[in-house]
């Protein structure tokens, strides 16, 4: 499991509502918590796959960082790795503890989102601990942050409309748009569609690693 600690750290305005509105389409998966605030400017989630913790980290990163990806890195994302316990209206359990100790650290880092798979936990040969893991996570997250949080508004424009895996999608973008496919074509590429989706996938896998090993 995958829970998600989202903490607020810039702006006077309350921008909770609005992330919980960009999470929805989030899948949380049968074992899954939704998304809600717990108290002040921040918000919780649990969800049961390491791609739907890459995608809701990389919402938090881009609605937190303003059109032009210029603005404030608003949100603090702690990602903590580990099982997690229903306690009424909260959430115990590893996982739950992790996230929040990784938001906290996510709040003094450059791009705020950290990775925490507790401790050694179990040990495969060939396979790297759980720390170690949830660290390469926590890299890729960073890069894809970085690169998530740069985009401009137009360049999101054409992104959004990319189905990733399927071909010949350019030109329906184009009338979409009312563009150029030559424009659509250079703006994926300025926007670093491909290297998205494949970075998306290696957080995903170095995540489920470090859900396989974690205590």
């Known amino acids: 499991m995958f829970t998600l600690t989202l903490t607020q750290r810039a702006g ?58 210029r603005g404030k890195r608003i949100w603090a994302v702690g990602i903590g790795v580990g099982p997690v316990v229903p306690d009424g209206e909260a959430l115990a359990g590893a996982g739950p ?28 040969d060939g396979v790297p601990p759980a720390p170690e893991s949830a660290g390469a996570a926590q890299g890729v997250l960073r890069l894809l942050g970085d690169l998530v949080a740069s985009r401009s508004k137009a360049d999101w424009e054409v992104v959004d409309l990319v189905v990733p895996g399927v071909r010949g999608q350019q030109k329906a973008i184009a009338d979409a748009l009312g563009i150029t496919v030559q424009a659509v074509s250079q703006t994926l590429i300025r926007a670093r569609q491909n290297q998205e989706t494949e970075g998306r996938s290696a957080a995903a896998l170095m995540l489920r690693l470090a859900a396989f090993a974690v205590d």
């Open 12 to 69: 006077d305005q309350d921008r909770v509502p609005e992330l919980l509105g960009a999470l929805e389409s989030v899948p949380i998966g049968e074992a899954g918590h939704p998304f809600r605030r717990t108290f002040g400017s921040q918000a919780v989630g649990v969800v049961d796959s390491p791609e739907a913790a890459v995608d809701a980290s990389l919402k938090a990163v881009r609605f937190g960082s303003g059109a032009d990806g």
């Open 97 to 124: 503890s992790r996230s929040r100790r990784a938001s906290e650290s996510a709040l003094r880092a450059t791009i705020p989102v950290c990775v925490e798979g507790g401790p050694a936990g179990v040990t495969f």
